[in-house]
């Protein structure tokens, strides 16, 4: 979420908290049976049952505060980060069995990115609390740690730097946007040596609002490109690995999170799609020519006679606050949850 919009939903939540915007109370132990499958969401090809009990722990022995992202690395574990200072990662099994946890005590945990060198994969974290930036191995090694880049004069103060997200080229070259700080995307090689930034606050073509989201597609596996969040426009917008802008996708009503890629199609949570505070979040399902396919959790998408999507209605009872997608090699999707009561991940097994 936007800084300001932020802190005015904690705000609205505090005075309210006896009311319908009240945070759900939940209460987690451990599972000693799975109940079947929840209803079916979706549209067309792509409807999912949805399992709410997939990922839930001990609450007491295995917190988590906010769920940000999710990945799934070569062995088809799940790695999940929260914010929650004693464990950030949690690594599932896809049964939903937590094997491991590891913390690198960052109270900003927020977005993960999974990438492979040399036949090993490595983790990019980002803390936008303390304004960090992470390159570990898959057990918690700290390879890499880095700070607001010292090229951009709007990082004079570094307190100004609040990173959300990561992507990494085909040459090692990483990319972090800073979604909820000054909105510029600074390029660096693989030994984090800055090369380049673009973007900056503003809603100006080349700009961004939120820059919440930024990733690598390579659908086009001869030209990738970088696609990149604008959330409080409601839209991605596609850049060159040069920085240079393509074309953007409006997407009306669409509080958009980090775009996830798996095979022709493009997956996001929509964390909002009316009111902050509502938990009328959704998933969205797109396909290479940036058309909806499918809203899980919410209604049918429809396009206007011009082209122009419909804004989407929330079931408001699949999700409270989506804030990630996480697909396995099944197509199964993984959505944890920003601000909602503790939760761990929903699962929506594809049908």
């Not at 696609?227 to 074309?247: C, N, P, V």
Request: hydrophobic residues 30%; neutral net charge.
């Amino acid at each position: 979420m936007k800084k300001s919009n932020r802190r005015n939903f904690f705000k609205k939540t505090s005075i309210l908290a006896g009311g319908a915007i009240a945070i759900p109370h939940f209460s987690f132990g451990i599972i000693n049976k799975r109940k079947s499958t929840g209803p079916i969401v979706g549209h067309g090809d792509f409807k999912y049952h949805v399992d709410k009990e997939w990922g839930v722990q001990d609450s007491m022995k295995i917190p988590v505060k906010d769920c940000h992202e999710m990945v799934q690395d070569a062995k088809g574990r799940l790695f999940m980060l929260t914010n929650h200072t004693k464990n950030n990662v949690l690594i599932y099994d896809r049964s939903g069995k937590v094997l491991d946890t590891w913390t690198l005590n960052a109270s900003g945990a927020h977005g993960l990115t999974i990438t492979q060198e040399g036949g090993e994969e490595f983790l990019f974290i980002t803390d936008s609390d303390n304004g960090k930036v992470y390159k570990t191995t898959l057990d918690g090694k700290v390879l890499l740690e880095m700070g607001a880049p010292k090229e951009i004069s709007n990082y004079a103060d570094p307190k100004k730097y609040h990173p959300t997200e990561t992507a990494v080229a085909p040459n090692g070259d990483f990319y972090v946007a800073d979604g909820y700080g000054e909105n510029f995307i600074t390029r660096y090689n693989s030994k984090g040596e800055y090369i380049s930034h673009f973007g900056g606050s503003g809603k100006g073509d080349d700009e961004f609002d939120c820059c919440h989201g930024v990733t690598l597609d390579t659908r086009d596996s001869s030209n990738p490109t970088l696609l990149i969040t604008s959330r409080a426009m409601q839209e991605y917008k596609r850049f060159t690995l040069d920085g240079k802008r393509l074309e953007t996708i409006k997407l009306p009503g669409c509080w958009n999170c980090r775009p996830v890629i798996k095979g022709d199609n493009l997956y996001f949570a929509i964390i909002v799609t009316r009111t902050w505070g509502s938990y009328d979040g959704i998933v969205a399902v797109l396909d290479k020519n940036n058309k909806v396919l499918s809203f899980p959790g919410g209604s049918q998408p429809e396009y206007k006679e011009n082209g122009i999507l419909r804004v989407p209605k929330s079931d408001l009872s699949t999700f409270l606050n989506p804030h990630d997608v996480c697909l396995d090699n099944d197509e199964n999707i993984y959505v944890p949850q920003w601000y909602s009561g503790r939760t761990y991940p929903v699962k929506l097994e594809r049908v």
